[in-house]
């Protein structure tokens, strides 16, 4: 199922969930999730103010996205596939266990970052 157009404010709606749907031109704004697993893909979205603890994005495709101002705490990226993304303002940053986010398997394709820390030179091209 495809989502399109949206804005999303702190929190989905109930029938809606991360799991197997494409979002496109969405924004999601003002989000604090802790773990669950996202397999869904993104589209030319924007993610604002969200902080991400233990979030678990599993083979997802994330296509022009912008990520503003946003902290990933511990987060874990696995077999996606960052096409084009930016990283603005944003934090990555170790979880209370001292576990690092991590990009396992995943591939990254003409991504920038700005005054963004603790996303290695090696992720994502300035």
């Given at each position: ?14 029938h809606i969930s991360w ?36 979030g678990f994005f599993n ?68």
């Amino acid at each position: 199922m495809q989502i399109q157009s949206e804005i999303f404010e702190k929190d989905l709606p109930r029938h809606i969930s991360w799991e197997e749907l494409t979002f496109r031109f969405c924004e999601f704004r003002g989000f604090d999730m802790e773990g669950g697993c996202i397999t869904s893909n993104f589209i030319d979205c924007t993610f604002e103010d969200c902080e991400l603890y233990w979030g678990f994005f599993n083979g997802v495709a994330l296509v022009g996205v912008s990520f503003r101002n946003c902290i990933f705490r511990g987060s874990f990226f696995s077999g996606c596939r960052l096409v084009e993304c930016t990283f603005d303002n944003c934090l990555f940053t170790k979880d209370n266990l001292d576990g690092d986010c991590r990009f396992d398997n995943s591939r990254w394709y003409g991504c920038k970052q700005s005054g963004t820390e603790g996303l290695s030179i090696e992720w994502a091209s300035i």
